[in-house]
């Protein structure tokens, strides 16, 4: 039997991160332009403290609707509870994890650092690659 190969080899690497005391507003346009549904939220030492989405960020918006006004850091509105993936995790853990979950893609850890992020997108495209 053939080992299977861990998500490290088929996550992103190059990843856009935000920092907490961003404008919302400008972390929106970041993922607007950049077509990314969310992003890491990094503080000053690079670890990783959250992720900002775009359903985050409609939760601002709709918040900016009810003022008049755009208002907030990306720390008002990021998600706090981060569930990360181990670097080294093999690729069909990570599928069983994917499927009791309902995000759309998980930040990658290695040794406690952000390292990378994997989509349900590469998910699939390495396990039919594999098999």
């Not at 088929?10 to 929106?28: C, G, N, V």
């Not at 720390?75 to 706090?80: C, E, G, H, R």
Request: proline share 3%; hydrophobic share 45%; net charge neutral.
């Amino acid at each position: 039997m053939t080992e299977i190969p861990a998500i490290s080899t088929f996550m992103t690497t190059k990843l856009i991160t935000l920092s907490p005391d961003m404008e919302i507003i400008k972390a929106m346009i970041i993922l607007l332009n950049k077509k990314i549904s969310g992003a890491p939220v990094l503080n000053e030492k690079g670890n990783l403290i959250g992720v900002l989405s775009k359903k985050d960020c409609l939760r601002a918006a709709l918040n900016a609707s009810y003022h008049q006004e755009w208002g907030g850091k990306v720390s008002d509105y990021m998600s706090k509870n981060v569930e990360t993936l181990d670097a080294d995790m093999d690729l069909v853990e990570a599928a069983e994890y994917f499927l009791k979950n309902s995000f759309r893609r998980f930040p990658v850890l290695s040794e406690g650092q952000l390292v990378g992020q994997i989509s349900r997108a590469d998910l699939l495209g390495a396990l039919s690659s594999c098999w």
